[in-house]
């Protein structure tokens, strides 16, 4: 089993660039780096809060469970 990170594809979607997630979020931009080139294996409720607030999303709209 694994968890589908989406991030990259959401933010094409809306054609938002890291820069202005950034902006938008007050991540660091290191963080939303790693998290958009799937670099990452954690990521905190509150990361996941502003992300989702910022991109006018839910949480199952980032990240998607995908069974074996």
């Known amino acids: 089993m694994d968890i589908k990170n989406n991030l990259s594809k959401i933010m094409g979607e809306k054609r938002i660039n890291m820069r202005e997630l950034h902006r938008n979020t007050g991540l660091s931009t290191n963080t939303i780096f790693r998290l958009?080139?799937?670099?990452?294996s954690n990521i905190n409720f509150i990361t996941l809060a502003k992300l989702c607030k910022a991109l006018d999303c839910s949480v199952s709209d980032i990240l998607?469970?995908?069974?074996d």
């Open 36 to 40: 958009y080139h799937n670099k990452t």
């Open 64 to 67: 998607e469970y995908v069974p």
